[in-house]
């Protein structure tokens, strides 16, 4: 078909929840993956913080590209905040080089700048995505999480000749109302951006899960909890923590190893990884758990994932939020 007729013929419009299924069809042809029938609902219209603001290209009819940020609740220096997080970036392989994931993205800011005018926006980007929002959109790139890992044999050979407590350990399923007393034993959050750790979102962004088989597990120590983690539990043989946090972080060093421990245990996994924290006392913790970092540029766990800012101001609550300093992250952050 003309090209320049196919630009005619384009229509852009806001995202709409209705109808979402529209949006496998585009995911489908853009990723050669089938999603779940109800992945975009539980993205979109779920989220216990809101739902998207997106814009989309259609072209007779059918939905050719599409790009949306959602609503996440973070805490900012102790407060509550809103802040977005980029969503998957579509466009339709028959329609690509045509500019259309520029013009959704900056018809996105535009519509979420009258929503929200002092807008953060954090993504963590596909390689193939990554250039187009630092070189063509401005964003900022802020930091490439580096992964921690080991593999099961070494591990253990580490960690048995030290003496550990005793957890017992808890699976989560169905609801993470369970979760509250430990949930009400957390310190006051420390003086960075971070995912606000609730029941709501922990039930919706790891146990509702359509995508990705998750597990979340709360550990005790003499019958007080202690903590939560969340890993993802399947038969790749290997198993990724997204979440380790404790109701003392002084203990760390003491807690990490029996969780790393039973998280080999509960999935069977050869190796276990997860981003080098930004926080420094889970990093340490962490290393002296036995992960270690391939330091090289080849070889196993070599790939860095890119955090990437987007913002309305150059200051976001008194933070830069171009500078990793300001974030406090984990790999539950991403959808």
């Known amino acids: 078909m003309d090209g320049d007729l196919i630009q005619r013929e384009l229509v852009f419009q806001q995202s709409s929840l209705d109808g979402l299924d529209r949006l496998s069809t585009l995911y489908h042809a853009c990723f050669d993956v089938v999603p779940p029938v109800n992945y975009f609902s539980w993205k979109y219209r779920d989220n216990p913080s809101g739902s998207l603001v997106g814009f989309e290209a259609t072209h007779r ?11 996440e609740s973070y805490v900012v220096d102790g ?22 994931f520029v013009t959704l993205a900056k018809m ?3 519509h979420l700048a009258s929503v929200d005018p002092e807008f953060l926006i954090v993504g963590i980007p596909a390689p193939a995505s990554h250039a187009g929002f630092t070189k063509k959109l401005g964003w900022s790139d802020v930091h490439q999480f580096r992964l921690m890992f080991q593999e099961r044999r070494t591990f253990m050979a ?19 109302t369970s979760l509250t007393e430990y949930l009400r034993l957390r310190p006051p959050p420390s003086r960075h951006i971070q995912n606000e750790i609730s029941a709501e979102f922990l039930t919706w962004r790891v146990l509702d899960n359509p995508m990705r088989k998750l597990e979340l597990v709360e550990f005790s120590h003499s019958g007080e909890p202690c903590g939560i983690a969340a890993f993802t539990n399947d038969d790749s043989g290997k198993s990724f923590i997204l979440l380790l946090d404790v109701a003392d972080p002084q203990q760390l060093p003491r807690l990490t190893p029996p969780v790393i421990k039973h998280v080999f245990h509960r999935t069977g996994a050869r190796v276990v990884s997860t981003w080098e924290p930004l926080d420094r006392q889970l990093r340490n913790a962490y290393v002296r758990s036995g992960l ?4 090289t540029q080849r070889g196993p766990m070599t790939f860095r994932q890119p955090l990437i800012t987007y913002s309305a101001k150059k200051s976001f ?19």
């Open 61 to 71: 009819g059918a939905v050719v590209a599409s790009y949306a940020v959602i609503p």
């Open 158 to 176: 580490l960690t048995s000749i030290r003496r550990r407590p005793q957890l017992s350990f808890r699976t989560i399923t169905g609801s993470a």
């Open 317 to 335: 609550e008194g933070f830069d939020p171009t500078s990793p300093s300001s974030f406090s992250l984990q790999p539950v952050m991403q959808d």
């Open 292 to 295: 270690m970092i391939n330091p």
């Open 108 to 110: 996105t800011f535009d």
């Open 79 to 100: 407060r509550p905040r809103v802040v977005w997080q980029s969503m998957d970036t579509m466009t339709h392989p028959d329609y690509q080089r045509r500019g259309l």
